[in-house]
């Protein structure tokens, strides 16, 4: 069983860069049949879906998103990160990591994935 949790900061400040980790047990994130996603829930608001990285490194991002979002790899650590750059108070949300068997993970349905973290708050601060 594939667990993922997220960890990194609880509150930021506008125009910075959010970061945040996921780091997984279970599974490694080499492995070719799984996806790895973030997804975020804002205040009052449904899931949206972030961004994917694939076993091979490779990444996928939401449109809407693109010019702001990275997720990047540690394979030694087995963890996947994401940054968020210029933040505003508009990206407080619950962030989530969570995992998908291939060819989902790039989506906001949640019965596409397979594991979640238990999210993370994050709050940007004007």
């Known amino acids: 069983q594939v667990q993922v949790q997220e960890s990194g900061p609880g509150l930021v400040k506008a125009s910075q860069t959010l970061s945040l980790t996921c780091t997984v047990s279970?599974?490694?994130?080499?492995?070719?049949?799984?996806?790895w996603s973030w997804i975020r829930q804002p205040p009052g608001k449904g899931l949206e879906w972030m961004g994917v990285i694939r076993y091979d490194g490779s990444t996928a991002y939401s449109p809407s998103l693109k010019s702001r979002t990275s997720i990047s790899r540690d394979t030694s650590k087995n963890q996947f990160s994401l940054q968020l750059s210029s933040v505003t108070p508009e990206d407080t949300a619950v962030y989530y990591c969570a995992t998908a068997l291939r060819p989902f993970g790039t989506s906001r349905r949640e019965s596409d994935y397979n594991d979640w973290g238990q999210g993370t708050q994050v709050t940007v601060s004007s």
């Open positions: 279970g599974g490694s994130i080499t492995t070719s049949y799984y996806r």
